[in-house]
C-alpha cells in the first residue's frame, strides 16, 4: 500500500502566484481531508470530502482558497493569488469509514513557502 | 465550544525516563480519541486509538493511553523513552461522530541520550 501521496513535496513561489497541491488517497478510500500546520496556528482542518463531494469548507481561510476532488483517487487544492502568509505545511489525509469514524492516514505533506 | 488542550509544550526528558503527556477536550458528548507522532520532518503517523470498550489501550512503539471519561481526558503514557521517541505528539479528537479531527496544539518531546 503506497499511503497518502502528496505532491510537491516543496514548494516555492513569489507572492501573487498561483499554488496548486496534489493529493492521491489511499485506494478505496472514501474520505479525503485537506489540513494546513503553521507554528501559529497548529494544525487545522481546511476542507473535507466524502465520496468526491465537499462536506465542510469552514475552515478555508479565504476565497483564494478552493479545493477539487474530480474523481476518487485525486485532489488538489488552490490558492490563487499566494500571499507570504499562506507559508505553511499542507497535509492530506484519507479514511475509510465503515458506518462511523475511522482512523485518518495522512500523507507526507507539501512545505510552502511564499516569498 | 468543542476543543483540545494540551497542557505541555515542551517536555525534556532523559533515556529511560517515564513519560507521561495530558490531553483534555471539552464536550459532553460521545468523542473518539486519537494520539498522532509526528517524527522530525516527517507526516503525522497514528500511535493509538480509542473508539470505544477497554479505557486502557496500547499502541505502537510501547505507548498507551488512557481515557478518563469524568475527567474528559485522555493522557498518553510510555515507561521508558528512548532518543527515539524525540517527536511532536498531539492529541486528537472527533465530537460525535464527526469525521472532522480537532487537534490540540502539540507537546514536543526532546529526549536526551
Known amino acids: 500500500d503506497a499511503g497518502v501521496i502528496q505532491s510537491p513535496r516543496h514548494e516555492v513561489t513569489e507572492m501573487g502566484q498561483e499554488v496548486t497541491l496534489r493529493c492521491k488517497p489511499i485506494?478505496?478510500?472514501?474520505?479525503l481531508f485537506w489540513y494546513r500546520q503553521t507554528m501559529m496556528r497548529g494544525l487545522e482542518l481546511l476542507i473535507y470530502?466524502?465520496?468526491?463531494?465537499?462536506?465542510?469548507d469552514s475552515g478555508m481561510p479565504e476565497d483564494r482558497f478552493s479545493a477539487k476532488m474530480p474523481n476518487a483517487s485525486f485532489s488538489t487544492l488552490k490558492i490563487q493569488p499566494s500571499e507570504p502568509r499562506d507559508s505553511a505545511v499542507y497535509f492530506c489525509?484519507?479514511?475509510?469509514?465503515?458506518?462511523?469514524?475511522?482512523?485518518?492516514?495522512f500523507g507526507p505533506g507539501t512545505r510552502l513557502l511564499v516569498l | 465550544a468543542q476543543s483540545v488542550s494540551q497542557h505541555n509544550h515542551h517536555v525534556i526528558l532523559s533515556e529511560a525516563a517515564s513519560l507521561e503527556l495530558g490531553c483534555n477536550y471539552s464536550?459532553?458528548?460521545?468523542?473518539?480519541l486519537f494520539w498522532y507522532v509526528q517524527y522530525p520532518g516527517q507526516h503525522l503517523q497514528l500511535l493509538l486509538k480509542?473508539?470505544?470498550?477497554?479505557?486502557l489501550v496500547k499502541g505502537i512503539k510501547g505507548f498507551e493511553a488512557e481515557f478518563i471519561k469524568s475527567k474528559f481526558s485522555f493522557n498518553l503514557r510510555k515507561p521508558s523513552v528512548q532518543w527515539s521517541d524525540t517527536a511532536e505528539y498531539f492529541c486528537?479528537?472527533?465530537?460525535?461522530?464527526?469525521?472532522?479531527?480537532?487537534f490540540g496544539a502539540g507537546t514536543t518531546v526532546t529526549v536526551r541520550a
Open positions: 464536550y459532553g458528548g460521545t468523542v473518539n
Open positions: 486528537a479528537v472527533t465530537f460525535s461522530n464527526d469525521y472532522k479531527l480537532s
Open positions: 489525509a484519507s479514511s475509510l469509514s465503515s458506518g462511523g469514524v475511522e482512523t485518518q492516514y
Open positions: 470530502f466524502n465520496n468526491n463531494v465537499p462536506i465542510d
Open positions: 485506494s478505496g478510500h472514501d474520505y
Open positions: 480509542y473508539f470505544s470498550g477497554d479505557p
